[in-house]
């Protein structure tokens, strides 16, 4: 999870330089948001026998050394699930990201060594579809 600071200035001249925030004698007061990131669905498709094979090769490597987990969980970016369907040459995985730029530094790596076709939606948990039926419901009546 990521925090950005809102700032509601008292007193100017408080200045935020990326993350430092730098005080110049004047009071601010200073609160924290939370960023939640957006789940994805991402179904991978392997295009030949050939290419899934070199791909679970690297696979296998990454989870017994350790790597996988260091890819699949970085600043801005958590793999929730992935479960795959060998006899078919598809994965299916379910993860939050803050955007683009975490999607393609996950997955771009995978999709130019082996080709993988990767469809990205993104998607809402069951408690999103309540919340966001019961005001549409709400603004409809």
């Known amino acids: 999870m990521f925090f950005f600071p809102y700032v509601s200035f008292l007193r100017h001249n ?8 730098i005080y110049c004698g004047f009071l601010a007061k200073i609160s924290f948001y939370q960023i ?3 789940l994805y669905l991402v179904d991978c498709q392997f295009p030949n026998i050939e ?18 987990s260091k890819q699949d969980k970085f ?11 060998p006899g078919e040459g598809r994965v299916v995985i379910l993860c939050n990201a803050n955007g683009d730029k975490e999607l393609f530094s996950h997955f ?16 809402i ?3 999103n ?10 603004k409809m009546s």
């Open 36 to 38: 939640l990131m957006q």
């Open 108 to 123: 771009a790596p995978w999709r130019a060594q082996f080709g993988i076709d990767m469809e990205i939606t993104p998607v």
């Open 75 to 85: 600043d801005g970016f958590e793999m929730l699930f992935r479960v795959h369907a």
């Open 125 to 127: 948990s069951c408690q």
């Open 129 to 138: 579809v309540v919340d966001y039926h019961k005001d549409l419901f709400e």
């Open 51 to 68: 290419n899934q094979l070199a791909a679970y090769k690297q696979f296998v490597e990454f989870w017994e050394n350790g790597e996988m």
């Open 14 to 21: 408080l200045f935020i330089d990326q993350y430092r925030i």
